[in-house]
Each structure stands twice: as structure tokens, then as C-alpha cells.
């Protein structure tokens, strides 16, 4: 089915996008349940910002507790734009306790110790907090120190650039990376071996410097390469293989199988390990680090990891349909910190929010939840600058638009690039308030 749509139709589709992307999941209206649970959430990201908001409204007496010690809430799918000149720093931040509702209690510490058979958490304050239910969603871990010879306080310099780290960073990365625009070179684009957050940004920063050469004419004047640890560029087969064919159209270089392994700032050449164990020297101009990933040394050590896999991260042990750790009935992960095998972008936490919601009130209740995560996984995968692929699947590599036959997930679209620019960012702010 084909559609041809005008500017202000797209718009309106954009806009109709982000009403239904905010209704869509919004919480049906349900009477409150009483309880006296005193309830603990670890972290007030998007995951645990949403879940607040939703159980403060469907619980009536209970004892809610947010811990986490981040004064900045950041909208971390902005940082991609950010990296690339098209917005301010600032447009990725706000207050965490902006988001937050009454009638709670937020401690801004770190969680320092979890004991899951006493059912306490010790803050990095020295307070002690018990908990009948407990919700793990501190994020993960960036852990820039795997990267020999690599620390934050490089980047914007030398050619380096890390969007991941934060706001601040992610404007010095488009400090060195429009330097690279202007004057060409090697550009080296990299990925970890761990599993991470928003797995499609390294492409899509890629692309969008790529694009951003192009059209200020020096794009002759570069080699462009994307080099990581994986044998695929996605790992949704057919999504990778409409990568590969972008890049080939695009002349982008690919060096699979390939791990960073250090990095010399002022030789400007960047050493990675092969799929045979051996290291490989490679020169840049423009190289854009994302480093390995794990859960926080809190959860590592608390006992609530898996034991079977992902032994060097950490993730929480956890159902992958309920979220629900697999040895302790009363703990559920929420976001990048859960061991599931999809699932660590915003898109999967607007899913996973109501699956956690119910499970939690189902063991109030005493009753079986009703409600299970299927893996649902949203990379609005931007290709140029005004073009985008808005890239749906679950945990089958099943793709599951929301907009079949308007919106194809595998086209290069203006109004895929519109809905990343105006429906997403709605469709986060109401799910943190827990109206989707």
C-alpha cells in the first residue's frame, strides 16, 4: 500500500503520532488497592521515574521509596542530536525531581549495598531502607576505563569524540566531529562487544556524519569506517541488512569482528583486537568511542545477577517476559539493568513499565499478573539529517510497526524523522508521568 502524503498531512500524522503513542498505552482507569507495602524503587531514570508516577496513583497507603542520587534527569535519545549539531546540550536535560510525584519518598543517594534476604538497601548516606517489593532500574555502567589510554576529559579533542557520556560530552563530541566535517580524513565509527543501550546510535551517528559531510561538499575528502566487535551491523538480520546496503550506497567502510582496544591521543591511532586475538593499528582523524557496559557494582555484588551468562556485565537475573528476578519472588528489573535480551532503549521501558506495574500490584493482590513483555524494541534509526527508518521489533527479530502500511519501517522517510523529532520526546515525558 502506497501513500503519498503532503508537508502539512506528514505533520499531522507526526503530530496524531505522538497523541497515539501517548494514548496508546496510557493506564486504564482502576480503582486504587489499598496496602501498607513499603515499596523501593533503585533509580529515578525513565523506567523508575514512570514507574513512580504510575504506583502513586494505583496504590492507596503504600510506602514508596526513590533512591537515586542524580539532580539532572536527562533525556538520553537526545544525545544523538546533540552529537551532531542539531541541538543544544540542554535540550536533553531537566530535574530529576521535576518528574517525580507526591506522595513519596525520594533519598538523592547512591544505593551502596542490596541484601535481597533481609529485603533492605543501604544508601552511600549510611541509611538503611526495608522493603516488602523491590524495583532495580539504576541504569548501567559506561565503562570508559576498558579503553586503555581513553579518559572523558579527551573528548571534543584530538579528533575524539563519546556522545554516551552525557550532555557535556555529547556537545564536545560535535565539536571534534564537525572539525572532521570541515577538514576530512579517517573517520572511525565503534561499537562494544557488550550488550548496550540504544544499540542502532553508533549507526546512526555514523550516517549522520556522514550525511552532514555530503552536504558541506568535503565528503571526498574522507574515508569513513565502522568498525565493531559484532559479524553483523544490527541484530535484526533483515534491519542488518539494510545497513549494509546504506552503506554500501554511501561508501562507508566496515571492519566487523573488530574490538577497540586502546587508543593513542597523540599519535591519533586507535588499536583493535580481531576475531583471531589479534591487535590491529588503525590511524584516524575523527574516532567516536563507545565503551563496554555493565550493570552498577551494587547489583553486581548483591547477589541478584546472573550466574549462566552475561557473567562480565552483570544484568539482573529476571524473567524475560515478567521482569521478575528468577530467585527472588518480590524484586523485578526495569530497563538496561534487566537481563533480557532486547529491550535497553526508552521505546522498551514505555513497554516494560506496565509489565512491572502489574506484577507488582498482582503480588499485593495476591492474584496472577496478567500482563508480559514481549521484547518491544524501537530504534528510530536516523540516516540523514531529515530522514529516518523507524525500526520496530520484539524479541523474535519479529519487526512490529505501529503504523503498517503509512509508515514502512525499512524506508528512508521524512516523517520517520519527524516522529523521532516531535512524537518521541512527547511520548517520554508522558510516559514518565505514567500516562503512557
Known amino acids: 500500500m502506497n501513500f503519498k502524503l503532503n508537508r502539512r498531512q506528514m505533520l499531522s500524522l507526526a503530530a496524531g503520532g505522538a497523541a497515539f503513542a501517548t494514548a496508546g498505552t496510557a493506564p486504564r482507569a482502576q480503582a486504587q488497592v489499598a496496602t501498607k507495602a513499603r515499596i523501593v524503587i533503585i533509580g529515578a531514570g525513565a523506567g523508575g521515574t514512570a514507574l513512580a508516577n504510575r504506583l502513586v496513583s494505583r496504590l492507596d497507603g503504600a510506602q514508596i521509596t526513590i533512591i537515586d542520587p542524580r539532580i539532572d534527569h536527562l533525556y538520553q535519545p537526545g544525545l544523538s542530536l546533540v552529537a551532531a549539531g542539531l541541538k543544544p546540550a540542554d535540550y536533553v536535560v531537566s530535574k530529576t525531581t521535576d518528574w517525580l510525584p507526591k506522595g513519596l ?3 538523592q543517594e547512591a544505593a551502596a549495598a542490596i541484601d535481597p534476604e533481609a529485603k533492605t538497601v543501604s544508601t552511600s548516606g549510611g541509611k538503611t531502607v526495608a522493603y516488602d517489593f523491590l524495583i532495580v532500574a539504576p541504569g548501567l555502567v559506561l565503562d570508559h576505563d576498558a579503553i586503555e589510554g581513553f579518559s572523558l576529559d579527551m573528548v571534543g579533542e584530538n579528533g575524539i569524540g563519546a556522545l554516551y557520556a552525557g550532555p557535556k560530552y555529547a556537545a564536545a563530541t560535535w565539536k571534534a566531529a564537525k572539525t572532521f566535517t570541515e577538514t576530512g580524513g579517517v573517520g572511525l565509527f565503534t561499537r562494544p562487544a557488550t550488550e548496550m543501550k540504544c544499540a542502532g546510535a553508533p549507526l546512526k551517528h555514523t550516517f549522520l556524519i556522514e550525511d552532514i559531510a555530503r552536504t558541506a561538499g568535503t565528503r571526498s575528502k574522507m574515508e569513513i569506517r565502522y568498525a565493531a566487535p559484532q559479524g553483523a551491523l544490527f541484530g535484526v538480520p533483515i534491519v542488518a541488512e539494510k545497513v549494509r546496503m546504506l552503506f554500501g550506497q554511501r561508501g562507508i567502510e566496515t571492519s566487523m569482528k573488530h574490538t577497540l582496544k586502546s587508543i593513542d591521543a597523540g599519535k ?7 576475531a583471531d586475538g589479534i591487535d590491529l593499528e588503525m590511524d584516524y582523524d575523527y574516532i567516536h568511542v563507545i565503551p563496554p557496559q555493565r550493570a552498577p557494582d551494587v547489583i553486581r555484588q548483591s547477589g541478584l545477577s546472573w550466574a549462566t551468562k552475561w557473567t562480565d556485565q552483570g544484568w539482573v537475573e529476571c524473567d524475560k517476559f515478567s521482569l521478575r528476578h528468577l530467585r527472588y ?9 534487566a537481563g533480557v535480551p532486547k529491550g535497553k532503549t526508552a521505546a522498551s521501558v514505555k513497554w516494560q513499565v506496565p ?10 493482590e495476591g492474584r496472577d499478573p496478567t500482563e508480559s513483555y514481549n521484547g518491544y524494541t524501537s530504534c528510530p534509526m536516523i540516516t540523514r539529517v531529515g530522514r529516518a527508518m523507524l525500526i520496530e521489533f520484539d524479541y523474535n527479530n519479529n519487526l512490529t510497526p505501529s503504523f503498517p502500511g503509512v509508515i514502512a519501517p525499512l524506508e528512508e522517510l521524512w516523517i520517520s524523522w519527524l516522529m523521532k523529532e516531535v512524537a ?3 511520548t517520554y515525558n508522558a510516559m514518565l508521568r505514567g500516562r503512557a
Open 424 to 426: 518521541l520526546k512527547a
Open 268 to 274: 591519533k591511532r586507535a588499536t583493535f583486537v580481531d
Open 355 to 364: 509489565v512491572v506495574e502489574d506484577g507488582l500490584v498482582a503480588a499485593i
Open 329 to 337: 519472588e518480590n524484586i523485578w528489573a526495569l530497563g538496561d539493568v
Open 105 to 107: 519518598t525520594l533519598i
